[in-house]
C-alpha cells in the first residue's frame, strides 16, 4: 500500500469521493503543512496553525495508480481558488498536494503541467506540491462525515 494526501478545500465531501475509488483501501481526513503539533479543527479554523484540511488515502498501485487518483483529486474542486473553496474561504481550505515521494513529487508536476496546458481553467491553477509533514487525523466526528449523515451532496 502507498498513501497520498489531498488538500481539496473542506475535507467532508473528497473524504467520500476518494473513499468510492477502485484500489483505494482506505481513507481519514486530518489536518497537514502546519506547526501547531495534534491541532484541534477550532483551532485549523483559525487559519493560524498553517495546516490545511486534508484527506489521506491509502491506495494499492497494482490497482490504481498516483496519477489516477490525481485525476480524481484535479475533478473534485476548483484548483485556480486560492485559499478558498465554495463558500469556505481560508488557508486551511487551499489547494495543495502533498508527496510522500520522489515519484509523487514528479507525478505532481507532471499532473499540474498536463492541465495547465490543457486550457480547461482560464485563471492560473494555484495548486502548491510540498512535502508531506506530520499527519493529524482529525476528530472522530469529521470521518466519513457524508456517510454518516448520508447527505450525499458531493461529487
Known sequence: MEKATFGVGCFWGPEETFRKVDGVAATSV???GGS???PTYEEVCT???GHAEVVQVEFDPSRISYEDLLEVFWA???PTALNRQGPDVGTQYRSVLFFHSPEQEATAHASKEKLER???YRSEIV???TPASAYCLAEDY???YVEKRRRGWWG
Do not use: P, V
Request: a positive charge; one cysteine or more; proline letters at 0%.
Open 47 to 49: 487559519g493560524r496553525t
Open 36 to 38: 501547531l503539533e495534534n
Open 76 to 78: 473534485c474542486h476548483d
Open 30 to 32: 486530518g489536518y497537514m
Open 142 to 144: 469529521h470521518q466519513r
Open 118 to 120: 490543457s486550457g480547461r
Open 127 to 129: 495548486t502548491a506540491i
